[in-house]
């Protein structure tokens, strides 16, 4: 960042906390009422970050130098965005290769794409990065041209692939030359209609094109009213292609245009799922009626009907606007957590980038959304031993694409994979044995962009993930942090992709510029619609499944006089006395009446110079034998010879 540069500070006021206050008091507190129910930058090297002046103190518990770091990581990654966007139409590249060579660009991009560069190209402008002037001809071409891009007339939606270089669809894939099925999805119009809002509040010289290109999209036209005959209410369906294509489709005309497109045979029927960013905006535009907001899956029933599900979900049903739903919840060692699709960061915290969730919806997503955090990275650190956290889909460092994530809190039953190969099968009690409820992970891949999601809710931690991202795993070059990791063999995929890149952009932009993001992105009526069904809903998260006994674990494997131990150290969190075992497959040893915040340890040795990862288990019982709570962490192999 140029210290010269004064970052931009005009714009309207903040209202996104008064909003009910305003005009709308009535009408908000009412349906609240109606709710409640029983309850351009230098390159770096690979692998390193260069440092930069810190100043003296930093707002909103940032210190000087955690502030200074994330300045250098804004402004490398909007370095990436600028060197895959093209200076003619405004449009970025889906990716880009590691060196940023334009010549590597990818000759496709999507609506999302458009929407995370229009969201980045603000945070850069607020945050120094880039003056006012050069902000405003960056996102008055991008505006001109998504103007002029073809699109579904009655919906007003937009493709899914475009030459980022013409504007033009794309008909056949730049690769391989096969035929290009062009289809208009919910969710990617979602993030597009997302990244003009922000600029039509952001930018008053292009609010009104923007706010000309939003208004002509119809979230409507994605919403199946018969979705879900068992509550009277409906979804929105994956999207739809306007010509019949192969394989599965449902014909339909949702708007009453009088023509039939051709819709997916699913819907985003699961309430974790960056999917809900659509039906947000169908909501606030009174497309899509409020009552949809409790029709997707907090998680799937708790019966053996349902029982092909990662594991069977606890919770009770509660009932909002007449809606019943069964608030589920997955348990994750101590905690219960409402798991996504795949068990993803971005799936849990991608709308949350603009959305003020947490702050809304403080019985829902102000519980979960730490959670989902806390769970990847015990994962990360302790339950898979892979010393760095943070798991969604990204670029697999040995070549294409994948699916990652904590197997354990994603629905899916072969869920996102962690190391993209070993299925965590936790069964389903009384329906189906479990069959890898404690397996041995291998390779994990680590995303930096889904640490990036965690940041407002464990600064500390996941900075201290990046810097090992960057220092120790070579993860970082020109461009910022490298798409993805695989920490034990050190692969990188030296790419960048413009969503994961937009995605940390909108992350830092959050805590460095106090959620002038989400400021932005929320007007009056968006947050008269749709706080108050955030507010009326209380999720089954917690971070406590066993309130009254716990503790707080630190396991290494290390050497000793040539031999190798395993040491276990576990602190009583509990609210009374307790009996601890600490158990490993070197030895046990039990300690009883442990008092609150008292720790017990011991080293246990191997007997050998050389030991393989393992796990060690601590199990916490209450003095009165009412409550017992098992956890178990892994700890790396270790070598003393």
Known sequence: MDASTTPHRSGPPRRRGAALV?????????LAAGLAAPAAAESVPAGSVPAKAAPAVGPHGLTGAQRATLETYLEDTYTSLVAMTDEETGLPADNIEGDLDPASSSAYTSPTNIGGWLWSTVVARDLGLVDDAEARDRLATTLDTVASLDRHDASGMFYNWYDPATGDRVETWPDDGNTVHQFLSSVDNGWLAAGLRVV????????DEARAIYDDMHFGAFYNPEARPDLGVGLLRGGFWDEEPPGCSVAGDYLGTGTDVYYTCHHYDTTVSETRIATYLGIAEGEVPP????ASHRTFPDTCDWAWQEQKPIGETREYLGVPVFEGAYR??????VPGWGGSMFEALMPDMLVPEAEWGSTSWGVNHPLVVRAHKEHGLD????????FSPASNPFGGYAEYGVDAIGLRSDGYLSDGETDVDLG???CREATNPAPEFGDGVVTPHASFLGLVYDTDGVLDNLAHLAD???AYGPGGFYDSVAVRSGAVAERYLSLDQAMIVAAIGNVLDDSRLKDYFVDDELEQRLRPLMEAETFS??????PGVGADVQVQARCLAGRAHVAVRATSTGDGRADVTLATPYGTRSFDDVAPHRSTYQSFAARTAEIPSGTATVTVTADDGSTTQELSYRYAAVSCG
């Open 200 to 207: 039509a509040e952001a930018e008053p010289s292009l609010a």
């Open 472 to 474: 120790d795993l070579g």
């Open 22 to 30: 305003a005009g709308g008091l009535a009408g908000g507190l009412a």
């Open 383 to 390: 339950e898979a031993g892979y010393g760095a956290w943070g």
């Open 541 to 546: 998260a917690t971070a406590d499944l066993t």
């Open 428 to 430: 389903f009690d009384g």
């Open 291 to 294: 009552e949809a907001y409790y």
């Open 332 to 337: 994750y060692r101590d905690l219960a957590v």
